[in-house]
């Protein structure tokens, strides 16, 4: 038999891509790069290859007419030779191509229908436009799918804000098992000088920004903090005059649940400093860190959510510290603008961030937290920020912004800078134990 090409020629950097992949993967690609047919091309590589029991593998997007549509038509004109040749059989109500010589399966879903993977064995997978892929679909249906045979993933896309995708692509930077690529327009050679100066004209910026130049920084119309805001204020740094007269205050968040972090964060002015972040630690062991810190730093104002954090404040009390109880859920100052507290809070912190603010370089993690959260208006016309449990269901129980949250107690209530003598006033009060609670810091 006469040998049977697929009529393949990569472009450079889909040869790039192809040559470099580990077990997991995310490419971040500009519109019309070409993507699908570098999915395409490696599954059917996959397939060819095999030499397991049974191979399946499969080809996701976020809805199954959308894989139909995308990729069905393509694959099948790539195959054109081996299907003629009686080498492929076509199964068009399954979309699915099975390979005679070895039995492996290439198959088309929906993640509009997980419940049709589940309980499937997968040898490898491509998830197309991940960043409208529900996190859920990949945490509890296609991770273990994987598992029995260590099956491999390869996801991409285009940026679409704060979501699975960015997740994913930022935290595959520090995991040895997997590769990322990013490729503007520039990159890929896929589209004319002429029509890329044609979209920078006519696209807004921060739609050519996201969808032909990857910029994962570029907010989103319902984004409160830009990724890129929340870097330029990770850059600043302020003397020690700059900020001298300005009160110190701390923002303690309390963790919820079992995987969420109890932080303690300092913020003097324009400057916000390293947080103390904890896992695992009990009320009083947070009291404990949190009077040491009060003791060492002699902050004017502390705030505590009580949503999870009543044994803390109530401990810290019992020990002679003004500490200030904030409920997240509770009415906003300004509640013709803002559905509650926590909303209020976080608007301010996003002005403060915008005026100039400074926050840690490290720990890295948290100026993803501070770009995460969405905000809407309801009925009243107020404004009002995605909830941590919705954030953490959007990026499935990944996103908690428990660093935000404490940045943001900061801002619970203006403070004052003391004058020495009530600075004399207060220390001896705190050494007499006689420091009564004074809810404005």
């Known amino acids: 038999m006469s040998p049977i090409t697929l009529d393949y020629q990569p472009r450079s950097w889909q040869a790039r891509v192809h040559k470099r992949l580990k077990r997991f993967n995310v490419v971040v690609l500009h519109r019309r790069a070409g993507k699908t047919e570098l999915a395409i091309m490696e599954l059917i590589d996959a397939c060819l290859k095999c030499e397991l029991e049974m191979p399946l593998f499969g080809y996701l997007a976020p809805f199954r007419n959308q894989a139909k549509n995308i990729a069905w038509g393509r694959l099948k004109h790539r195959l054109r030779a081996l299907i003629a040749a009686g080498l492929c059989a076509v199964l068009e109500g399954d979309l699915t191509v099975v390979f005679k010589h070895n039995g492996a399966e290439l198959r088309l879903f929906g993640a509009d229908n997980p419940d049709a993977m589940r309980g499937l064995r997968l040898d490898g997978i491509v998830i197309d436009e991940v960043a409208q892929v529900k996190p859920e679909v990949w945490q509890e ?23 699975l995708f960015s997740e994913l692509y930022y935290r595959a930077q520090k995991q040895s098992d997997w590769h990322t690529a990013l490729f503007t327009c520039h990159d890929t050679g896929a589209l004319p000088k002429r029509e890329i100066e044609r979209l920078r004209r006519n696209m807004s910026q921060e739609a050519f920004s996201r969808e032909l130049l990857c ?13 890129i805001d929340a870097e330029d204020a990770a850059r600043r740094v302020y003397a020690l005059r700059d900020i001298s007269e300005s009160p110190r205050i701390l923002g303690v968040d309390p ?26 630690i009990d009320n009083m062991q947070l009291a404990a860190r949190v009077a040491d810190k009060i003791e060492s730093w002699q902050p004017q104002a502390v705030f505590i959510d009580a949503g999870n954090g009543a044994g ?22 300004k509640p013709k603008r803002f559905r509650n507290r926590r909303t209020e809070m976080w608007c301010t912190m996003a002005e403060w961030i915008v005026s100039g603010g400074s926050i840690p370089d490290d720990p890295p993690e948290l100026r993803l937290e501070l770009a995460t959260p969405t905000y809407t208006f309801n ?3 107020q404004r009002e920020l995605e909830s941590k449990k919705d954030i953490k269901k959007r990026l499935a129980g990944s996103g908690s912004p428990d660093l935000g949250d404490g940045l943001a107690l900061t801002f619970a209530s203006p403070v004052h800078k003391p004058t020495p003598l009530e600075e004399a006033r207060t220390r001896t009060r705190r050494r007499s134990g006689r420091l009564e609670h004074n809810p404005y810091g």
């Open 141 to 163: 249906v296609i991770q273990p799918a994987l598992a029995d045979r260590e099956g491999w993933a390869l996801f991409i896309g285009t940026p679409k804000g704060i979501n």
């Open 215 to 227: 910029d994962f920084t570029a907010a989103g119309v319902d984004q409160l903090i830009s990724l």
């Open 255 to 280: 963790a919820r649940f079992g995987d969420d972090r109890s932080v303690i964060f300092p913020r003097q002015g324009l400057q916000a400093f390293e947080p103390i972040v904890m896992h695992g």
């Open 312 to 333: 803390v404040i109530d401990r810290l009390r019992q020990l002679g510290h003004q500490v200030n109880e904030v409920d997240f859920g509770g009415k906003a100052a």
């Open 379 to 381: 009925a009243q016309q």
